[in-house]
Nanobody
């Protein structure tokens, strides 16, 4: 069983940056793919970015491509989401998830709030 805890959220101004962390405990985090998702108020959860277990491959939604960077440090059992040039539309609760593949996330964190004001 893998437990995930997100941190690093907060309230910022448009154009600012934030770095979210997803710390894992238990299980074999280093063999799992990691995904970042967000959920805005009144909207469904949407994928933001993903990274394979080795970190060799990443993917991004069109809305964040070029502004967000996903990475991981398996030695620290932590994944990161660097968010630059934030815009109000990035506001929401951000979740990290882990699973054997990027299409099968079994483990989820509790979420961290990101609020971007104009």
């Amino acid at each position: 069983q893998v437990q995930l805890i997100e941190s690093g959220g907060g309230s910022v101004q448009a154009g600012d940056s934030l770095r979210l962390s997803c710390a894992a405990s238990g299980g074999s985090f280093e063999f799992l793919a990691v995904g970042w998702f967000r959920e805005a108020s009144g909207k469904g959860r949407e994928p933001v970015a993903g990274i394979t277990w080795s970190g060799a491959n990443t993917n991004y939604s069109d809305s964040v491509k070029g502004r967000f960077t996903v990475s991981r440090d398996n030695a620290l059992k932590t994944a990161y989401l660097q968010m630059d040039s934030l815009i109000p539309e990035d506001t929401g609760v951000y979740y990290c998830a882990a699973g054997v593949t990027r299409s099968d996330y079994k483990y989820w964190g509790q979420g961290t709030q990101v609020t971007v004001s104009s």
